[in-house]
């Protein structure tokens, strides 16, 4: 993941894609925290983006949960 993601963007994948990106952007933040720890980390604003991005990817599925969003190819009726 080279760059921030977007709300709009993560509206147009559907909850499988969502959970792998959650998990690249987890393992990704450990690894830049494993860097952190032993000085090799070279860009920190990094480590801030992808906080980010989890945080978004979190409110994303919540707002699912709550009926806010649609996954794409559900409609409202189908969630509700």
């Known amino acids: 993941m080279a ?10 994948l559907n909850d499988v894609d969502l959970e792998a990106r959650l998990r690249e952007a987890k393992e990704e933040l450990f ?23 989890i945080a978004r990817i979190y409110t994303v599925v919540r707002e699912r949960e709550l009926g806010i969003r649609v996954a794409p190819g559900a409609s409202k009726n189908e969630e509700a």
């Open 3 to 12: 760059t921030s993601l977007k709300a709009h963007e993560l509206d147009e």
């Open 31 to 53: 690894n830049l925290r494993f860097q952190a720890a032993t000085g090799q980390l070279e860009s920190h604003g990094r480590l801030h983006l992808v906080k980010k991005d």
